[in-house]
């Protein structure tokens, strides 16, 4: 529908047509429409039969036709109402036609050119043309515009015009000559709301790869009319009169509109057909025709809302002069084929017998080919720029997709592609949603899964909801889509690092990474790989400048480690002036002698030890032998002079502190952790896989007061000591506290033994906390070395003594100004005392068992500002959450760590480091501090222009991260990253990474709601991101209708991954959630990784019924939404944080017995946390599978069993993020549509 509509002539019948309450005729701002009474009027199409053709109009714009109303000159506000469907006058049931392509050459003579047509009655009153000429439109985007362009009725086709927010330029004709005023547009747009399921086309600009979703079709697209009159042939050949025709012909030679029918007409249903799909831009075997019916998660309420309020504006009004179809109204009847559903000719879908179908005869391109490309025309998302027909492109509607309209591809909508992933293919039968069975005149369309969506039939709906239309979800870019062209694209070679400012691939794409000069992509990425060269320029596209670094990030086996360089006592080579380390990015002089910084331009001497020739490129002829000068990532063994103190550090301690307060011991915790605790302190970090740990280990238990333990080897049996002043933290011992686990193997064993007994009967139901951090404090002190605190805790520490909290729970604050304050720590206690242990070089692990509040804001604090973790296991019982803790536990003592970090990023010229994200601290501006740093955190670095950057040198960043090893080994890791610069916007905008956007956005917002409401932080987001597509759109795209959504290709899914981020439980939480979950959530996702926020905001669902037990490939995830969920299927759904097994109520017998050995799906198990081991294909396969998912995500993932219409199912559905959630977070479509409104309001 195009949302570029004028007001109308009057109605046919010379008399306004009715309005609806309920459904106001108001402009985008809510004010009312002037320049006419509200009547609805229906869109003209093109010459009616019986009339004489007139004269040639000279000049390029022809004026309208005399006989008409003149077309108001002021620009009308676009229409607010909903989505309506309209007919004039009664329904004629067989009397209309398709129309023919709408860039088809129009013939002077009155006839349109020899498309195959088929012949029918011929109207015999002028009532009856009046009656069927309701519903056509013509309509220009931009009255510079070369094209015309079709807006499709609404009457009954799901129009999907995105909302509009300001007026448009547009020339619409009456079907009859009425000289009275101008009338409201026909149809209009819903506005401020999401479209409905046909419409957003997609497109490529040339001057960037971009997506573009619209009301109304671009100005290269066909759109179709189901109310098409009898006296018209397929497609309308005219112009309008606004604008000249895309032809070879000058506009000049083209007749003007008459409005005498032609003389040859196929017949045509009025009726709304039941069986035609709603206007798309995806491809039809990729989709299911939707006709309004409520989706049944979400009740009796329309499944498209508003993006905010509890009223619903996008419900359609009733017809106006017919009322909605339903099944008493006659079937429509289909001459030769149904119309497309993206407004094509018609398209004889697989399987129907006859004579061939209608092609046109081009003279120019088809329509919709300018912003939407076959495969072989140009590269992928690039369009094809207006003005005359390319040579060599008459004649090819076989270019177009099989409806007359190129499908989508990669969630786009301009390249062919084949059925969406994890579907099958073409399907033979049609899903017939709220509508009569199809007449057998009308053959089925195909569509992505039959079974993926449920049909609630018309008959069950209030009237109103029954012309309801929504967007179709396979119209908008998909996610699954992206990822899986990526893993096509680029999972297949190598990435070399050797080109500067490259986009790497995807997180989601497995890939082998060959460091050639810069660092690797699992140590950095960056939202932007082409930075803007001026600040002016950035600030104009409010895409932020940051880095998400993760220094010591795994590898894969496949991947060397980084090189180790030894300079001896010299230690590394650095520039004098900005001290950054010798790397590629460094210039050679003077034969050798000099070197010039990249980052600074200062030129330094070489030392002699350090000198060597250059050759005749310029490069130092032992360039290829020495990783600082041929790598992006290498490490240098650092000097003394790089140690505190000038001390060669001792090696790091591990200390476990027990909770064995009441409910520690009742539940079977310490129990359960001192038996594990046997078995894994083998299992500690070291430097080589063969070597021994140099890590020692030491015990204290707690509740009220502490108790430590004397390990040592010399001794028979632990002895325990007691400090019960807790006010004034010491150590009692020294010799024996801090042990070697070989040597004191046996008396660490008794110890563990033991303790569960020695607190077997204990009746102490308080604990303290902050002196259990200040005793492991005080140990590593006395030991003079740095270290990890394990701290095992179950209670709110309401013991007297120093750091005592109170409970402050107080739901009552949620989403007012003092919510922020939950998020707050209450006292400034563990602040302070974050700050010692990170002088220490003290890291602590918090591992907590709350069966209530235990204010994780205040106890969180210290693991976020000393590099730890903090883990959460609400109502913790052994049987249940045993295996998750343990494997938690585990990975955490043996991943590899650095303790007393110190990191510095340094910047080229022009750009600086000015904020930073992560569990740190930071004593100044430029050194983040971290008493321990892990292979998962991660810093995320935002940058800001201090001066103008240059396109030919391009931008820097070297990170450096001074640590020491696990075996007390100092080090200085170095990664460095090179950039290109851009003078043009739509480079920027070419070379994002929306993932690395994502990530920086989550927690900037999650830092943000420290200081500001929930509100106002989404606000901001939604603010920003608007601002990033509205530049796009002002600066980079190619002109187009003001209805469309244009994103770019890059950044088209920015749109449904910020939607996750807004709905989540930091910023919109379900009312079950607690305020605990929401500041654990909150310092979770401050330290993640890319890989990890992106399947924490949209989880992945993959599909267990298509799981092949032959191959080893994962079978292809779906797109997070119940209408993916077949009742026959299986899924599976991980975040990283959990795993859900859904079962549908319809499995087959045999899929229930191979995975959970029960004939029925009444028998299976909801409570089962793992699934049994049976002795066939496919429960080995999918048992591989679980422990693949857990073995890639940083933390273990307990599997829960989902059942269909479960209890448990409403806690799977919050994580279908494409969906409308419970707390009131918009459906993708819906936030798409509000996300249009933002950008348009920008651009007005």
Request: net charge neutral; charged share 15%.
């Amino acid at each position: 529908m195009n949302v570029n509509q004028q007001t109308h002539m009057s109605s046919t019948h010379g008399q306004s047509q009715p309005v609806f309450p309920g459904y106001h005729q108001s402009g985008y701002s809510g004010q009312p429409l002037t320049g006419g009474p509200p009547t609805q009027y229906a869109p003209y199409n093109g010459p009616v039969l019986g009339y004489q053709q007139g004269p040639a109009v000279q000049g390029p714009v022809r004026p309208p036709p005399t006989s008409m109303a003149p077309p108001v000159s002021s620009q009308q506000p676009y229409n607010h109402s909903s989505q309506i469907d309209a007919q004039n006058g009664p329904a004629a049931v067989s009397n209309l036609h398709h129309r023919p392509l709408d860039t088809q050459t129009y013939l002077p003579g009155g006839i349109s050119p020899g498309v195959n047509q088929q012949y029918g009655a011929q109207p015999t009153s002028a009532h009856q043309i009046s009656n069927q000429m309701a519903g056509m439109h013509i309509s220009s985007t931009d009255p510079s515009s070369v094209m015309p362009v079709y807006a499709p009725s609404s009457a009954h086709v799901a129009t999907t015009s995105v909302p509009s927010s300001f007026p448009s330029h547009s020339v619409s004709h009456a079907s009859q000559q009425h000289s009275s005023p101008p009338s409201l547009p026909a149809f209009s747009s819903a506005t401020g709301g999401p479209p409905s399921s046909s419409q957003i086309p997609y497109s490529s600009t040339p001057l960037s790869s971009q997506t573009m979703y619209s009301a109304p079709p671009p100005p290269q697209q066909p759109s179709f009319s189901t109310a098409s009159p009898s006296s018209q042939p397929p497609y309308s050949t005219a112009p309008p009169t606004s604008q000249a025709p895309f032809s070879k012909v000058p506009p000049s030679t083209q007749p003007p509109y008459s409005a005498g029918p032609p003389t040859v007409q196929p017949p045509y249903s009025v009726a709304p057909p039941t069986v035609q799909p709603p206007y798309s831009a995806a491809p039809p075997s990729s989709q299911t025709p939707y006709s309004g019916a409520p989706s049944p998660y979400s009740g009796a309420q329309p499944p498209s809302q508003p993006y905010s309020g509890p009223q619903s504006p996008y419900s359609s009004a009733p017809s106006l002069s017919q009322p909605p179809f339903s099944g008493t109204q006659p079937p429509p009847q289909f001459p030769s084929a149904p119309p497309s559903r993206f407004g094509g000719p018609p398209v004889r879908p697989s399987g129907m017998q006859g004579p061939p179908l209608p092609q046109p005869s081009l003279s120019e391109p088809l329509s919709s080919q300018a912003n939407h490309i076959a495969p072989g025309s140009l590269q992928s998302g690039v369009g094809l720029p207006r003005g005359p027909p390319a040579a060599g492109m008459h004649n090819q509607p076989s270019q177009m997709g099989s409806h007359g309209f190129q499908p989508q591809q990669n969630g786009a909508f301009g390249q062919v592609r084949g059925p969406q992933p994890a579907y099958g293919g073409s399907y033979s039968g049609s899903q017939n949603f709220g509508a009569q069975p199809p007449p057998p005149a009308a053959p089925p369309q195909s569509r992505l899964d039959p079974d993926a969506i449920p049909s609630p039939q018309t008959t069950e709906l209030p009237a109103v909801q029954k012309t309801r239309h929504r967007i179709d979800p396979d119209a908008i870019p998909s996610p699954i889509q992206v990822i899986e062209d990526d893993k096509a694209n680029r999972g297949n070679e190598p990435f070399t690092t050797s080109i500067r400012g490259q986009v790497p691939p995807l997180v989601t794409t497995r890939f082998q990474v060959k460091d050639q000069g810069n660092a690797s992509p699992r140590y950095i990425r960056c939202t932007a790989y082409n930075i803007p060269c001026t600040s002016d320029m950035a600030k104009q596209s409010q895409i932020p400048l940051a880095a998400v670094i993760k220094p010591l990030a795994q590898l894969p086996p496949d991947e060397a480690l980084p090189y180790i360089v030894d300079h001896g006592e010299t230690g590394p080579i650095r520039c004098n002036r900005c001290k950054a380390y010798m790397c590629p990015f460094m210039q050679f002089i003077e034969g050798g002698r000099r070197f010039q910084c990249g980052f600074c331009s200062c030129v330094s001497e070489v030392p002699p030890h350090y000198f060597q020739h250059l050759d005749h490129t310029g490069k130092r002829v032992d360039y290829c032998e020495r990783p600082e000068l041929s790598m992006g990532t290498y490490e240098f063994l650092a000097t003394v002079d790089y140690c505190k103190n000038n001390k060669i550090p001792q090696p790091p301690a591990f200390i476990f502190l027990i909770d064995v307060s009441y409910n520690a011991v009742k539940n079977g915790l310490v129990s359960l952790i001192c038996e594990e605790l046997k078995t894994l302190l083998d299992c500690l970090p070291r430097e080589g896989p063969d070597g021994e740990s140099s890590i020692r280990v030491g015990f204290i238990t707690y509740n009220k007061v502490l108790h430590f333990y004397n390990v040592k080897s010399s001794l028979a049996q632990p002895q325990m000591m007691v400090v019960s002043d807790v006010a004034d933290m010491f150590v009692p011992l020294l010799d024996g506290f801090l042990v070697n686990v070989n040597e004191s193997r046996a008396v660490i064993n008794s110890l563990l033994e033991q303790i569960p007994d020695m607190f077997a009967d204990t009746r102490e139901t308080e604990t303290v906390f902050g002196p259990v951090i200040q005793a492991g404090l005080e140990a590593l002190k006395a030991a003079d070395c740095a270290g990890k605190l394990f701290i095992f805790n179950s209670t709110l520490p309401i013991a007297e003594a120093p750091g005592k909290l109170k409970n402050r729970e107080d739901k009552k604050l949620i989403g007012t100004d003092k919510e922020k304050t939950l998020f707050q720590p209450q006292t400034s206690f563990y602040g302070s005392l974050a700050k010692d242990c990170v002088a220490q070089g003290c890291c602590v692990d918090l591992f907590l068992f709350p069966n209530q509040y235990v204010d994780v804001a205040t106890l969180g604090v210290v693991p976020l500002q000393t590099g730890g973790s903090v883990y959460k296991y609400t109502y913790f019982q052994v049987a249940v959450d045993g295996e998750r803790f343990l494997n938690d536990l585990r990975r955490d003592v043996q991943k590899q760590i650095g303790f007393d970090a110190v990191m510095r990023v340094r910047t080229s010229t022009g750009i600086r480091a000015t904020d930073f994200f992560g569990a740190f601290y930071m004593s100044n501006t430029t050194d983040v501090e971290l008493a321990g740093l892990d292979s998962h955190k991660t810093v995320t670095v935002e940058f800001r222009h201090d001066d103008k950057l240059s396109e030919e040198s391009g931008a820097f960043i070297q990170c450096a991260v001074l640590y020491t090893s696990c075996s007390g080994q100092r080090r200085l890791r170095v990664h460095n990253l090179s950039l290109n610069c851009c003078t043009q916007l739509a480079e920027l905008y070419r070379n994002c990474e929306t993932d690395c956007l994502i990530n920086f956005f989550a927690k900037y917002a999650y830092r943000s709601v420290l200081n500001g409401t929930t509100k106002s932080v989404r606000d901001g987001l939604i603010n920003q991101t608007a601002q990033i597509l509205a530049c796009y759109r002002k600066n980079c795209a190619s002109p187009s209708s003001a209805g469309q959504l244009i994103l770019p290709e890059c950044l088209k899914l920015l749109p449904v991954y910020l939607n996750c981020v807004l709905k989540s439980d930091v910023l919109q939480p379900s009312a079950d959630v607690s305020i605990d979950d929401r500041a654990y959530l909150r310092q979770l996702v401050t330290s993640m990784d890319v890989a990890e926020s992106h399947v924490f905001f949209y989880p992945q669902l993959l599909p267990l019924q298509k799981l092949d037990v032959e191959s080893e490939a994962v079978p292809v995830a779906i797109r997070d939404s119940e209408e993916r969920l077949s009742k026959g299927g299986i899924y599976l759904l991980e975040n990283g944080l959990n795993l859900f097994l859904w079962v549908g109520a319809n499995v087959q017998q045999e899929q229930l017995l191979n995975i959970f050995n029960t004939p029925t799906f009444g028998q299976v198990d909801p409570n089962m946390t793992n699934l049994p081991v049976l002795d066939n294909p496919y429960s080995r396969k999918l048992r591989t599978l679980i422990d693949c998912l857990r073995v890639q995500r940083p933390r273990y993932m307990k599997l829960l069993v989902v059942k269909q219409e479960d209890k448990l199912e409403l806690i799977f559905k919050r994580f279908l993020m494409e969906d409308k959630s419970s707390s009131g977070g918009a459906s993708y479509a819906d936030f798409l549509c509000h996300m249009h409104k933002e950008i348009r309001q920008l651009l007005s």
